[in-house]
C-alpha cells in the first residue's frame, strides 16, 4: 500500500473509531442528519449550505480531536493527574465551543424558516 493510500486508511479508521466508540459523535451525526434534511426542507441558499456544511465538518473535527487526546492522555497518564484532567477538559471544551456555534448557526439559518412555518399554521 502506498504511503498515501495508508495516510488515508489511517484517517478513516481514526474517524470510525470515534463514530463507534463514542455517544457524543453519533449524537452530532444524527444533529447534522436532521440539520441537512431541514436545510433541504427550508430550501437553503448556496452560503447558508456553506456556512452549515462548515458548521458540522467543524464540530465533527472537534469530537474527533477530542476522541484522539483523551486516548493519548488515558495511555500517558492512566492514573488522576490535574494536568491529564486539564487537556481532557480543554478538549472537551473546544467541542462545546463549536456545538454552541452550530445551535447559534442553525437559529441564524433556520429561525426564519421555522419562524414562518409557524405563522402560517
Do not use: C
Amino acid at each position: 500500500m502506498s504511503r498515501l493510500r495508508r495516510s488515508f486508511s489511517n484517517a478513516i479508521q481514526g474517524i470510525g473509531y470515534t463514530i463507534s466508540h463514542e455517544a457524543n459523535m453519533k449524537i452530532h451525526l444524527f444533529a447534522a442528519a436532521a440539520a441537512i434534511i431541514l436545510g433541504i426542507i427550508a430550501d437553503l441558499t448556496g452560503l447558508a449550505w456553506g456556512l452549515l456544511i462548515i458548521t458540522i465538518i467543524m464540530v465533527l473535527t472537534a469530537e474527533t480531536i477530542n476522541t484522539a487526546i483523551e486516548r493519548a492522555v488515558d495511555q500517558i497518564s492512566p492514573k488522576p493527574h490535574p494536568l491529564a484532567k486539564a487537556a481532557k477538559d480543554a478538549a472537551a471544551g473546544a467541542v462545546l465551543l463549536t456545538a454552541a456555534n452550530a445551535v447559534v448557526i442553525a437559529f441564524i439559518l433556520f429561525g426564519p424558516y421555522l419562524l414562518n412555518l409557524w405563522q402560517n399554521l
